[in-house]
DNA sequence: CGCGCGGTTGACAATGATCAAAAAAGGTGG
DNA sequence: CCACCTTTTTTGATCATTGTCAACCGCGCG
C-alpha cells in the first residue's frame, strides 16, 4: 500500500497508518499479454508497478491505434468509467506487475486513505497531460521532427522514473511507434536512420542512445512551415477583455459579476 | 449546485440536500478572452456552464496547438494539478459561462458531496476518453478522412448535448480544425469543398449540414492503406497466455498469484 | 532447415505543405 | 448605408515528403 502511494508519486510519512486487510492484491502480467479487453466492462483498476504496457483501440478498418504507453505508476481502466465499458485493450510489453484496485472498494478506500485519493488524483491529471504530449508528437509535419519529440519524450519520462535519460530501450516495435506518431512504420525506420546518420541518437534495434540532445531538441523544433505563425504577431497583454486581470497572470481570482448558486 | 451536477452528468434525486453556502461561484467570459493562462498557477477550476472554449498549447516554435475542445459540462483546469502549472491556454470560442471550484475549498467540498466527487471522476474519465478520440482524428492519413472524422465526432458530442446531429454551428475556425487534426488550413479548406462536392455535406462557412451520415461514415473509414493491418490475422482468444481468463472477456477477477500487500 | 516476423532500404506515385493571390465575411467610422 | 479595413476562407500551382509496394536481411522458433 505504502508502496503503491510511493509509485504514484505521493511519500507517505512514516507516521501514516496504512490499513493492511485493505483489497490490494499484486498481478503478474506476461509479455503479450492483454490485461485489459476493450469493450469489456470493468471491475478492477490497474496501477502499473514495474513494466510496462500500451494501450491499443483497434478502429473500424481493422487499424490498431496506439494510445498510450503505461509506465510504472500509471493508472489504467479509468477511462471505462464514463461509459461503462474500456475504450481499450491494454498489452504488457514485457513481463510486468500491477496493482489491482477493485472499483467497487474503490470508494470506500479513499475515504480511508486521503492520500490515496490524493494520489489517484495526481495520477489521472498526469495522464491527461501526457495525452496532450501525444497529440504534441503528431502535430509536427516532418516525420524526423516527430521521432525526435518521441525520444526526448520517452527520455523525460524515464527522467521521471529515476532512470537514465541518455539510454533508451524502447519496449515499442517500430509498428507501435508508427501508430502513436501517425506516420508508417517504414517512415519510422528511415527517421532512425536519418537521425543516427546526423550523430544526433544511436540505434542499435530497440536500444538507442541519445549521443546530442541538444541537436535532436533542434531537430524536434519546427512543427510546420515556419510562416504566418511565428511571425511578430504582437500579442500584447492589453488584449485581455475578459475575466482575466492583466497584470497578473494568474486564473480570475476576482469575478467580475458573481452569483452564487 | 444542482444544476452543476446535471451538466457534469449526474442526476440528483429531489431530496438530495445541496449546502447552499458553498463557494460556487459563476463567471461569464467573453468570445477570444482567455479564462486560463498556460504557465500560470491554477487557483480555480472551471467547469463549462454554457458556451464553449478551447485550449491551446503554444509550442517553442510559436505554433499553437489545439488541443481540446471544452464544451457544457467539461472540467477545465485539472491538468494542472500534476506539475502546478497549467500546461495549456483556455480560450473562449463565444460568449460562455463558466462554474469556479477553487481548489483549495475543493477537497472539502467532494467530501460533502459525493455526488460531486462522482461527477468529477465521471467528467474526468470522459475527457480521457476525448483525448484518445482526439488522437483517432489524427491517425487517419487521407485529409478528407480526418476532416469527415472530425464532423462525426462533433456531431456525437451534439447529441450528448441533446443538439441535433445533423447540424453543427462550428466555433472553430479553419485555422483551429487544422491544428486540431493535425494538417495546413488549406487543407481543410479543400477537404470541406471536397466532402460537399460529393453530396455528404453542405457548407456555409462555420455552418455545416450533415446531409448524408451513411457516405460520411464511409469516407471516415480507412485510417491508412488496407494493406497488412485490415488482412484476416485471425486473433482467436486462445491467444491469451496472461491473467485474463479466456472464457470470461471481464478483466481479471481471479488472480493468479495474487498477494496482498 | 524453412518459415514467419521485425526491421531496413529502394523506387515511385500521390497526397498535402507551402507560397501566392483572390474572394468573402466581419467590423469600424464616417 | 456605404466605403474601407482586417481577418477568414477559398482556390490555384508547384514541389517535397511520405505512403505504398516490393525486395532483402537477420533472427528466433517450430
Known amino acids: 500500500m505504502r508502496a503503491l502511494m510511493r509509485l504514484m508519486g505521493v511519500n507517505t510519512p512514516p507516521t501514516y497508518r496504512v490499513d493492511e486487510a485493505c483489497p490490494l492484491v499484486l498481478c503478474h502480467v506476461r509479455q503479450d499479454a492483454p490485461l485489459m479487453h476493450e ?5 478492477t483498476l490497474y496501477v502499473v508497478r514495474t513494466g510496462s504496457l500500451k494501450t491499443v483501440k483497434t478502429l473500424v478498418d481493422g487499424y490498431e491505434q496506439l494510445l ?6 500509471d493508472l489504467l481502466g479509468f477511462e471505462a468509467l464514463y461509459q461503462g465499458t474500456l475504450p481499450a ?6 513481463d510486468s506487475t500491477v496493482f489491482a484496485l477493485p472499483v467497487n472498494r474503490l470508494q ?4 480511508n486513505h486521503p492520500l490515496l485519493d490524493y494520489a489517484i488524483h495526481r495520477t489521472l491529471s498526469r495522464q491527461l497531460v501526457h495525452a496532450s504530449e501525444a497529440a504534441e508528437l503528431m502535430a509536427a509535419v516532418a516525420s524526423d521532427v ?9 527520455s523525460a519520462r524515464m527522467v521521471e522514473l529515476g532512470q537514465s535519460p541518455r539510454r533508451l530501450l524502447l519496449r515499442l516495435s517500430r509498428r507501435d511507434i ?6 508508417a512504420h517504414e517512415t519510422v525506420s528511415r527517421a532512425f536512420s536519418s537521425l543516427a546518420d546526423d550523430g544526433c541518437i544511436k540505434v542499435d534495434n530497440r536500444e538507442v542512445e541519445l549521443l546530442d540532445i541538444g ?10 512551415g515556419v510562416s504566418a505563425e511565428a511571425r511578430p504577431r504582437a500579442r500584447t497583454a492589453h488584449d485581455h477583455n475578459g475575466v482575466d486581470v492583466p497584470s497578473t497572470w494568474f486564473g480570475a481570482d476576482r469575478w467580475p459579476d458573481g452569483e452564487t448558486s
Not at 68 to 73: D, F, I, M, N, T
Not at 108 to 111: G, I, P, S, Y
Open 89 to 94: 485493450s491494454a498489452i504488457a510489453l514485457e
Open 68 to 73: 498510450s504507453l503505461a509506465l510504472p505508476g
Open 39 to 43: 469493450g469489456a466492462p470493468v471491475h
Open 108 to 111: 470506500e478506500m479513499r475515504q
Open 215 to 224: 541537436r535532436l531538441t533542434a531537430r524536434a523544433g519546427s512543427t510546420r
Open 178 to 183: 508508427a501508430s502513436l506518431l501517425g506516420i
Open 146 to 154: 516527430r521521432l525526435a519529440r518521441f525520444l526526448l519524450w520517452m
